[in-house]
């Protein structure tokens, strides 16, 4: 079970920015949930709490029922895809797929194993040997999810990874990404200001605001008119 459960989270930067204001949920294990709102509702925040990337002031993060602070940072089964990509532009494609792997250690047959399955998977396997500036915007996307495949983590983040996208990239990265997570039933957490991203993606859809939840259910339930 890779279920991920907020209680009464908080964060205060420094300066008494409150940026989340006591956030509980719980997301079941397999499912995908997107937090949904307009910029600075404290969604990035959030998401960087639950990778332990940001310390948390206040509650507690949960994942399969360990305390997230409390687990050492290289047993972590987090990956996190950005929107910038963060991919090393001196590296080839394999070896930015390959990076976090042979950073744990992980052997060299077996390496090339995962990074193979997860290229065909995300139809990259023609560039492999290419740096990240000789592929395009999708491509580059794509490569961020392999690097992201590639560890076989219990939990996928996302951090608006389609807003630096044309629209028509953006469409298909959304059809493929909801493909991907439905074929691997990886818990998925997803931020996103886009509506219709939040709508297609989710299982349980969170609307922010203000640091705070505004609505939780699922896309028909929130958006349904009266
Ligand atoms: P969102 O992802 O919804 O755009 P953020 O989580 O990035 O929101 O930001 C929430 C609030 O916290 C904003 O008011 C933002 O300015 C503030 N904030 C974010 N990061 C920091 C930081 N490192 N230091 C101080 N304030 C921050
Ligand atoms: P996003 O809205 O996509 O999260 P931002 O441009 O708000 O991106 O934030 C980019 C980076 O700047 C983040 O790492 C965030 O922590 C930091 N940041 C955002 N707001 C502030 C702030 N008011 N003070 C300091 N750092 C901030």
Known sequence: MAGVTLDTVRKVYAGNVEAVKG????????????????????????????????????????????????????????????????????????????YGLKNRKTPKAEIEKRVNEAARILAIEPYLTRKPRQLSGGQRQRVAMGRAIVRKPQVFLFDEPLSNLDAKLRVQMRVEIKRLQRALGVTSIYVTHDQVEAMTLSDKLVVMSGGQIEQVGTPSEVYRRP
């Open 23 to 98: 956030v509980s949920l719980g997301i079941e294990d397999g499912s995908f949930c997107v937090l949904v709102g307009p910029s600075g509702c404290g969604k990035s925040t959030l998401l960087r709490m639950i990778a332990g990337l940001e310390t948390i002031s206040g509650g507690e993060v949960k994942i399969s029922d360990r305390v997230v602070n409390e687990i050492e940072p290289a047993e972590r089964d987090i990956a996190m895809v950005f929107q910038n990509y963060a991919l090393y532009p001196h590296m080839s494609v394999y070896d930015n797929m390959a």
